[in-house]
């Protein structure tokens, strides 16, 4: 069975710092991964997701994740945080065969401060 | 483009009721799913259709929980007689659904429900 795990439930940074969100997945065969972020009162919206090729994957609001195999990873990053970046990000696997059944991670809140 | 509508937004409803959420997808979208949300357990998928035949109810809690998918236009989840602990946020979410897709699931802004 497929699942994800994200560290940290929650992570707080300045504003124009560096953002990094951990996630780690565990899938017997090639893993479909995606980031999703939920703005407080709000459904949950597609930041990026890994299919296949590239394993740098660029998504909205400057976000990107790498896909690392030998790692089991699919971190998110963005170089410099800004305010409105605060909000509830949940990472997601599903895979090969399976692709519509999304399993999500238990989440990870990300405040900025000035 | 419409997005993933969900009704209603908000129900607040005394324990012991019925209550009904409802789930109109994305026009062209074949899978439907309904999820919950609680602080305590995170997101669960409860339910998921796919040319409106259910595939998976494995996440349903109990008999008190039911969707239905009449239409690809369509979605109820039932929840009767409802009790305190069933108070959460409820998305229906919807994608086109194929093999090897990967594709997008796009989220309703959900059903925030309180059982009193």
């Known amino acids: ?114 | 483009d419409a997005g993933v509508i969900q009704s209603p937004r908000h129900e607040v409803t005394e324990m012991g009721q019925e209550v009904t959420l409802r789930c109109k997808p994305i026009s062209g979208h074949n899978s439907l799913f309904w999820y919950r949300q609680t602080m305590m357990r995170g997101l669960e998928l409860l339910i998921y259709f796919n040319n409106n035949v259910p595939i998976d109810d494995s996440g349903m809690p109990e008999d008190r929980f039911s969707a239905k998918m009449p239409n690809a236009s369509f979605s109820t989840l039932k929840i009767q007689p409802s009790e305190p602990r069933d108070s959460a946020v409820y998305f229906c979410a919807s994608t086109i659904s194929g093999p090897n897709s990967g594709n997008t699931i796009y989220f309703g802004e959900g059903s925030w429900l309180t059982v009193v």
């Open chain 1, 1 to 114: 069975a497929q699942s994800v795990t994200q560290l940290g439930s929650h992570v707080s940074v300045s504003e124009g710092a560096l953002v990094l969100l951990r996630c780690n997945y565990s899938s017997s065969v090639p893993p479909y991964l995606f980031w999703y972020v939920q703005y407080p009162n709000q459904g949950l919206q597609l930041l990026l997701k890994y299919t296949t090729g590239a394993t740098l994957v660029k998504g909205i609001n400057g976000f990107e994740a790498e896909f690392k195999k030998s790692e089991t990873s699919f971190h998110l990053t963005k170089p410099s945080a800004h305010m409105s970046d605060a909000a509830e990000y949940f990472c997601a696997v599903t895979t090969l065969g399976n692709t519509d059944k999304l399993i999500f991670g238990t989440g990870t809140r990300l405040q900025v401060f000035p």
